[in-house]
């Protein structure tokens, strides 16, 4: 009866080990997958970047809270440095998150975004 007993625990602590390695984060602990809302309006424009966690992302324009253009790219992060990949061109800058801001950074400029 002992020997029932202990080959019983013994499997509910192998279905228990099984069912906790099998758990993983579905979130990749990705901080810039999401949407990012420019901070800075000019002459009352604003865009916003969404990323997807599958590499994929749109960008979009606004002028107030009307949408006036917009384009899909693909995206890939290495360190600090982003590369998007546009229908026409690739870009490379780099970027920094800070809490809920996400700043993009190239040569010549820099705009700061704030996870919506």
Known sequence: MKTLRLIGMAIVAIIMSVNFAACSDDDDDNPIVGTWRSEVDYYGYSDSYTFNADGSGIWQEFKGDK?????????SVDGDKITFTWTDE??????S?????????????????TKQ
């Open 67 to 75: 949408q006036t253009d917009s384009e899909p790219f693909k995206y």
């Open 90 to 95: 690739v870009y490379t800058s780099t970027f």
């Open 97 to 113: 998150i800070s809490g809920n801001r996400l700043t993009i950074k190239d040569n010549e400029d820099s705009e700061t975004y």
